[in-house]
């Protein structure tokens, strides 16, 4: 298996799992701060510390360097949607479409019945460089780079909590200075985006901070439920920032629904040795991670 690494804008997380016997098991992982904004360094060190076993690693992008979009398209064969594909995303990109990366995966069935649902992602070609340039210096070789949302929505799907087809639920990963959400149904995703609002933003855990971040979510939620018809039943959050102070509590009262603090370590043994303690403890924070360490 790959490893995953979260380049977070707070912290590196990383995860190496192994499989045995038909069971995951925590191989290794580590955490290492952000200093300002100096990734090359903090990812240096967590990798000299970390004596990985496999050199390929999965890592993933968020933030206004990438865009996620859900689009209908005819259905068509694989080559003539990337050549396609590169047409239809100027009209959602804010950015050159010269200066991009694009890619796009088929979903589903459009409502209709006659149009595909496509996941269209488009990244600048400036960030995914660098991306590609840190690894190289370190004799790591990227094996694929996906998006936050993605990555989490794979880890998620593994556990099989939310079997039930015609569930509706939100995923919100909280970041030190974003977010990422989910809104899944049907087990695909049908609406994703990003949310200016993170743990740094909190501070104090003010009331009126808490407030801005609550408005965005439910700005979702009536989005989605406009689009669809279908109200969210279930909250999920993860992250870093989702062991915030009281902010579950604030949550569940404002939305008026649960929500659950979900573990991505959820069916992965983890190791009794004393320096598992931050992956058992605080495990919500290598969402993301564990997404990508999952990806073949």
């Not at 556990?159 to 990422?180: C, H, R």
């Not at 049907?186 to 003010?206: C, H, P, S, V």
């Not at 979510?217 to 009536?222: K, N, V």
């Not at 040795?273 to 290598?286: G, I, L, T, V, Y």
Request: net charge negative.
């Amino acid at each position: 298996m790959a490893v995953g690494i979260d380049i977070g804008s707070y912290s590196i997380k990383l995860i190496e799992l192994q499989e045995k016997k038909g069971k995951l098991e925590l191989l290794k992982y580590a955490t290492n701060l952000v200093s300002g904004d100096d990734i090359k360094t903090s990812l240096k060190d967590i990798l000299s510390l970390s004596k990985l076993s496999s050199k390929r690693v999965n890592v993933s992008l968020s933030g206004p360097s990438v865009i996620v979009r859900y689009i209908e398209m005819p259905p068509m064969k694989r080559e003539e949607l990337m050549s396609a594909i590169k047409f239809e995303a100027e009209k959602y990109i804010p950015f050159d479409i010269k200066e991009a990366i694009v890619d796009c995966a088929v979903l589903d069935k459009g409502p209709s019945g006659n149009t595909n649902r496509i996941l269209l992602v488009a990244a600048k070609k400036e960030k995914v460089n660098s991306y590609m340039e840190i690894f190289k210096e370190q004799g790591i070789d990227i094996s694929s780079i996906d998006v936050d949302t993605t990555a989490i929505f794979n880890a998620f799907q593994r556990t099989g909590q939310e079997a039930k087809q015609e569930s509706v639920y939100a995923m919100v990963d909280i970041g030190a200075k974003f977010s990422n959400m989910n809104i899944i149904t049907k087990g695909q995703l049908y609406f994703t985006r990003d949310i200016l609002w993170g743990g740094m933003d909190a501070g104090n855990a003010e009331t009126p901070v808490f407030e801005k971040f609550v408005s965005e979510i439910r700005m979702s939620f009536d989005y989605f439920e406009t689009q669809f018809g279908k109200n969210v039943e279930r909250f999920y959050i993860s992250g870093g920032g989702s062991y915030l102070l009281n902010i579950r509590d604030f949550l569940k009262e404002n939305l008026s629904m649960d929500v659950i603090l979900w573990n991505p370590f959820d069916g992965i043994k983890i190791p009794d040795e004393a320096n598992s303690k931050e992956a058992r403890d605080f495990p919500a924070q290598f969402a993301v991670a564990v997404g990508l360490a999952l990806r073949k």
